[in-house]
């Protein structure tokens, strides 16, 4: 496979986070194929933009489009995941292909509940502190080179209740069948409440399959870099050689 056959892929982060979540995936694939991380609205570079989903798919739509490879692989967690389920309805001629990485539980019902609950609650937290929480909560648990993008980049609170309040009632296993490709359901084994649903989604989806990240929690591509990379690349090389 040369480069000119690679798939494209756009990385999709998750709540609070930035593009710099994906540090670690984007130079491990950068020299097979064409790869860009995205900051969602309110996020990253995009902190002062208001969120919506509207204008969340129109980024990532941009970001296809930026790597000039036609549809692209987009590879989305948590809130980037049902993001990308989102692309995915309204966009489907822009995807080749998806990857939901702990994003196969549904936001309806009373699993909703505590989520709804801190989402009023982070906005009465000085942001300094909910920073130097977040900070020595990566610290502690990842290595420096992991998750020191993620926190150059500073994180999103201030978006954290409108992304919440868009998402939560929104997504559940009948997202999928606007999904017109392949898709890889991508988990850590540890995740129990995000993947909760993930027999439900797979089922949904005629191409759809589950793959695990032994011992990985909900932040999956932190707690093993390597194998979070592998399974995309593994996907991505499927997409391309059926292209």
């Given amino acids: 496979m040369t480069a000119a056959d690679a798939v494209p892929v756009?990385?999709?982060?998750?709540?609070?986070?930035?593009?710099?979540q994906w540090s670690m995936q984007l130079a491990?694939?950068?020299?097979?194929?064409?790869?860009?991380?995205?900051?969602?609205?309110?996020?990253g570079k995009r902190s002062a933009q208001p969120w919506s989903l509207t204008a969340?798919?129109?980024?990532?739509?941009?970001?296809?489009?930026?790597?000039?490879?036609?549809p692209a692989l987009v590879v989305g967690h948590s809130l980037g995941g049902y993001t990308?389920?989102?692309?995915?309805?309204?966009?489907?001629?822009?995807?080749?292909?998806l990857v939901l990485a702990g994003a196969s539980a549904s936001t309806r019902g009373l699993w909703a509940a505590p989520y709804r609950a801190v989402g009023r609650l982070v906005p009465r937290v000085p942001e300094d502190?909910?920073?130097?929480?977040?900070?020595?909560?990566?610290?502690?648990?990842?290595?420096?080179?992991?998750?020191?993008?993620?926190?150059?980049?500073?994180?999103?609170?201030?978006?954290?209740?409108?992304a919440w309040d868009e998402v939560l009632g929104r997504f559940d296993a009948g997202a999928m069948r606007h999904v017109k490709a392949p898709v890889l359901i991508l988990n850590g084994e540890k995740d129990t409440v995000f993947r909760a649903g993930e027999a439900d989604f797979a089922r949904a989806h005629p191409q759809a399959r589950v793959e695990l990240i032994p011992r990985a929690r909900h932040l999956a591509n932190f707690d093993d870099p390597a194998a979070f990379t592998d399974a995309v690349r593994r996907f991505a090389r499927g997409l391309s050689a059926v292209g």
Avoid at 10 to 20: D, E, I, K, L, N
Avoid at 137 to 151: D, G, Q, S
Wanted: no cysteine; aromatic share 10%; charged share 30%.
């Fill in 10 to 20: 756009v990385f999709v982060h998750g709540t609070r986070f930035s593009a710099g």
């Fill in 28 to 43: 491990a694939l950068r020299d097979e194929f064409p790869v860009v991380a995205v900051d969602l609205p309110g996020h």
């Fill in 56 to 70: 969340a798919t129109e980024i990532i739509a941009s970001a296809v489009d930026s790597l000039d490879h036609g």
């Fill in 84 to 97: 990308a389920l989102e692309f995915a309805r309204r966009r489907p001629e822009r995807l080749r292909g």
């Fill in 129 to 162: 502190r909910l920073t130097r929480w977040n900070d020595r909560f990566l610290r502690r648990l990842y290595p420096r080179e992991v998750v020191e993008a993620t926190i150059r980049s500073g994180y999103a609170f201030h978006t954290l209740p409108a």
